[in-house]
């Protein structure tokens, strides 16, 4: 069993970063899949970004593309999502997710076994 604990979230204006970080418990985090889902109001949660096992392979959707980086320390069981140049269109709710895999990066809900709760982001126009 894994427990995921997002944080970083907040209000800032459009143009300004954040940084948020998910905290993985558990001794097997270095052979999990790491990604980071967004749910905005009224739309459906979608892939934001994710990160192979090793961190070798990424994935980022296309509307934060060139913004927004993930990485992982395996030390810290810790993975991030840097954003930057946020705009209103990237409010939602952040959440964290890990599957138990060191093969293909999985790109759908359905291929994440865990779940982090999930944290605010809001950006203001």
């Known amino acids: 069993q894994v427990q995921l604990a997002e944080s970083g979230g907040g209000l800032v204006q459009a143009g300004g970063s954040l940084r948020l970080s998910c905290v993985a418990s558990?001794?097997?985090?270095?052979?999990?899949?790491m990604a980071w889902f967004r749910q905005a109001p009224g739309k459906e949660r979608e892939l934001v970004a994710a990160?192979?096992?090793?961190?070798?392979?990424?994935y980022y959707a296309n509307s934060v593309k060139g913004r927004f980086t993930i990485s992982r320390d395996n030390a810290k069981n810790t993975v991030y999502l840097q954003m930057s140049s946020l705009k209103p269109e990237d409010t939602a709710v952040y959440y964290c997710?890990?599957?138990?895999?060191?093969?293909?990066?999985?790109?759908?809900?359905?291929?994440?076994?865990?779940w982090g709760q999930g944290t605010q982001v809001t950006v203001s126009s």
């Open positions: 997710a890990a599957e138990p895999t060191i093969g293909t990066l999985g790109l759908e809900e359905y291929d994440y076994d865990y």
């Open positions: 558990g001794r097997t985090f270095s052979t999990y899949a």
């Open positions: 990160a192979s096992w090793s961190g070798g392979t990424t």
